[in-house]
């Protein structure tokens, strides 16, 4: 009873920290805690072990313990688990009296060629989450060939006119893909307000493409998928056990003996900072992508426990000596 009373008021008062430290997307009005709940495993089996490894319960826990500790922010996609993972938190939420802010994602498909479209697939997220608007509504991946740019933005900005949707984002889209995205969008008078990518301490291409420049020039927020490199920044991959990996991670040669290998200082330095903050490596791991500014990461969730360690990397800094460390231990991932 004792250590449950403990975790509650830790979930408070991480809970008050991080209405403290909100932050705005892009150059809109919406405001939204430093980090982002990712729901892609959300009723997925076909990537992910949904039914099998986890269930329904155990999200619900996630999404409730997320809340509790002030993570309020939840990314999905209409694709995630078919539509599952939407239908779940649109459930989740109705359970919950908590206000919450959800993003989710539009798949530019083939039969998808004209504005109608657009409208379809917003009519349907919003009756999956069981909500009149969505607060940020995001291209999946930049796919111009049946259904131009143009297009799309102007299909998106008519949303936001509607109030069926509050921003809109891009995700996996170039520097160049990103203004002329932003171009259509601001002729409408709607900013863009996001751009989700791959970025961690360990996959780091975006500072030296020039999405991160553009994004810094347009005013565009990073939302940061995949940023604890699918747990290898967790520490709990080592060198000794490369040969148990199972899966897609054993194709990524970062899983591999050697890329583990070279990986160990990085961890070393995770765990070193960590124990001077009372923080896990992957709690030091997303707090330094937030150092990096305008930067909110979206680790995954399907525990209860996955999401009150996520949600540990809020409320906290760390000193700009430890974020140089490791800004320079990890400069060979760029």
């Given amino acids: ?33 430093p980090i982002c709940i990712g729901t892609w495993a959300w009723g997925d089996s076909f990537f992910w072990s949904f039914g099998k490894d986890y269930s329904e319960a155990d999200l619900k826990r996630a999404f409730d313990n997320a809340i509790a500790a002030g993570a309020t922010f939840f990314d999905t996609a209409e694709i995630y688990g078919l539509g599952k993972s939407e239908q779940f938190i649109g459930q989740f939420m109705r359970q919950n009296p908590q206000s919450v802010q959800i993003a989710t994602k539009y798949m530019p498909l083939p039969w998808r060629f004209n504005r109608d ?24 991946m930049p796919f111009d060939f049946f259904m131009s740019k143009k297009t799309l933005m102007d299909a998106l ?45 360990i996959n780091r291409e975006i500072e030296v493409n020039g999405i991160l420049d553009m994004a810094k020039e347009l005013g565009v927020t990073i939302l940061a998928y995949s940023p604890l490199a699918q747990g290898l920044l967790t520490g709990k991959y080592k060198p000794e056990n490369a040969d148990s990996v199972t899966g897609a991670r054993k194709l990524d040669p970062k899983f591999s003996r050697q890329g583990l290998e070279k990986l160990m200082p990085v961890i070393e330095l995770l765990a070193e900072i960590g124990k001077k903050y009372d923080r896990t490596p992957a709690q030091v791991a997303l707090n330094w992508l937030m150092a990096q500014g305008n ?18 990397a809020m409320g906290w800094a760390m000193e700009p000596e430890a974020v140089t460390k490791l800004d320079g231990v990890t400069r060979a991932y760029r």
């Fill in 295 to 312: 930067v909110i990461p979206i680790p995954g969730a399907k525990t209860a426990s996955q999401a009150e360690q996520n949600a540990g």
């Fill in 157 to 201: 900005a008519d949303e936001v006119k509607r109030g069926r949707i509050g921003a809109v984002g891009v995700s996996n889209y170039s520097a160049q893909q990103m203004r002329e995205a932003q171009g259509y969008l601001a002729a409408k008078g709607v900013p863009l307000a996001v751009n989700q990518v791959r970025y961690s301490l």
């Fill in 117 to 140: 479209a657009v409208h379809d697939a917003v009519t349907a997220s919003l009756d999956r989450l069981g909500v009149e608007s969505i607060a940020l509504y995001q291209v999946h």
């Fill in 1 to 33: 009873m004792e250590s449950i009373i403990k975790l509650k008021i830790t979930l408070q008062r991480q809970s008050e920290i991080c209405m403290e430290t909100l932050m705005t997307l892009g150059r809109t009005d919406l405001k939204v805690p």
